[in-house]
């Protein structure tokens, strides 16, 4: 019975070492082709429609948006490095007056 109860306890420890990580994606999935959509004088509302809602609407500067994304590759990937992409799109008077693509190291030390 103990000789037993021991191989149940090492498959249970074996079995959980092997636990598959899922893609953890997070914030505004950003394709080329929106980006390209964007046109200065455009309204908050265009924006919103070609974006989507963003990831970070500051209180403090409320005519700076930030659409923000996150990739972490599942542990099964051939590819373990983190990929992340940040737009800044920024309005005066309701329009749209810059768009801003920031490299990573740009937005992390900010």
């Given at each position: 019975?103990?000789?037993?109860?021991q191989?149940?306890?090492?498959?249970?420890?074996?079995?959980?070492?092997?636990?598959?990580?899922?893609?953890?994606?997070?914030?505004?999935?950003?394709?080329?082709?929106?980006?390209?959509?964007?046109?200065?004088?455009?309204?908050?509302?265009?924006?919103?429609?070609?974006?989507?809602?963003?990831?970070?609407?500051?209180?403090?500067?409320p005519?700076?948006?930030?659409?923000?994304?996150?990739?972490?590759?599942?542990?099964?990937?051939?590819d373990?490095?983190?990929?992340?992409?940040?737009?800044?799109?920024?309005?005066?008077?309701?329009?749209?007056?810059?768009?801003?693509?920031?490299?990573?190291a740009?937005?992390?030390?900010?």
């Open positions: 019975m103990r000789l037993i109860s191989a149940i306890i090492l498959a249970t420890l074996t079995l959980t070492a092997c636990v598959y990580r899922p893609d953890i994606k997070q914030g505004n999935f950003l394709k080329p082709a929106m980006i390209k959509q964007l046109k200065l004088g455009m309204t908050e509302a265009q924006v919103r429609f070609v974006m989507g809602p963003p990831m970070v609407k500051d209180p403090f500067h005519d700076r948006w930030d659409y923000v994304y996150y990739n972490v590759p599942s542990s099964l990937s051939s373990h490095s983190v990929s992340e992409q940040h737009v800044v799109v920024q309005f005066k008077d309701g329009k749209l007056t810059r768009v801003e693509q920031l490299l990573p740009q937005h992390q030390s900010a």
